[in-house]
C-alpha cells in the first residue's frame, strides 16, 4: 500500500486528478477522471470566453468613444453656425434697418431679455396667453 512498489499511480497534480493522454490510456476511464476532464473543459471555455468578451467590450467602447467625439464636433458647430447666424443676422438688419451695427445689437439684446424674462415668468406659472399679449403690446 504505501510501499515503494511501482504499481502505484503517480501523484495528482495541484490542478486536480492526473488525466492520461488519450494515446496512454490503457483502460477506460473513471467517473472522477471523465467528470474532472469536463470540469477542466468548462473552465477553459468559460476564461475563453470571458477574454473574448473583454476584447470585444475594448472594440465596442473605441467605437463609441469615436462617436461621440463626432457627435460633440457636430454639436458645436451646429451651435456656431446658430451663433454667427445670429450676431451675423443682428448685424446685418441692424445695418440695414438703423444704418448703424450698434442699434441692431441693441434692439437684439433687449429682445433676447424680454424673451429669457417671459420665460422665467412662464416656469413660474404664468399664463401663456398673457405674457404673449404682454409681448406683443411691448413690441
Known amino acids: ?45 468559460a476564461t475563453a470566453h470571458v477574454a473574448l468578451a473583454r ?10 468613444k ?6 460633440a464636433v457636430a454639436i458645436a458647430l451646429i451651435i456656431f453656425a446658430a451663433i454667427l447666424l445670429t450676431v451675423g443676422m443682428s448685424l446685418f438688419l441692424g ?19 424680454a424673451l429669457a424674462i417671459m420665460c422665467v415668468l412662464a416656469a413660474f406659472g404664468v399664463p401663456l396667453r398673457r405674457l404673449a399679449r404682454g409681448f406683443f403690446i411691448a413690441a
Open 66 to 71: 469615436r462617436v461621440v467625439a463626432l457627435i
Open 55 to 64: 476584447v470585444e467590450l475594448e472594440e465596442i467602447l473605441t467605437e463609441v
Open 1 to 45: 500500500m504505501g510501499g515503494a512498489g511501482g504499481d502505484e499511480p503517480a501523484p495528482a497534480a495541484k490542478g486536480g486528478p492526473s488525466i492520461p493522454p488519450p494515446g496512454e490510456r490503457g483502460s477506460r476511464r473513471g467517473f472522477r477522471d471523465q467528470f474532472a476532464a469536463t470540469r477542466s473543459a468548462v473552465i477553459r471555455l
Open 95 to 113: 445695418e440695414w434697418l438703423f444704418g448703424s451695427m450698434g442699434w441692431g445689437v441693441l434692439h437684439d439684446t433687449e429682445l433676447a431679455i
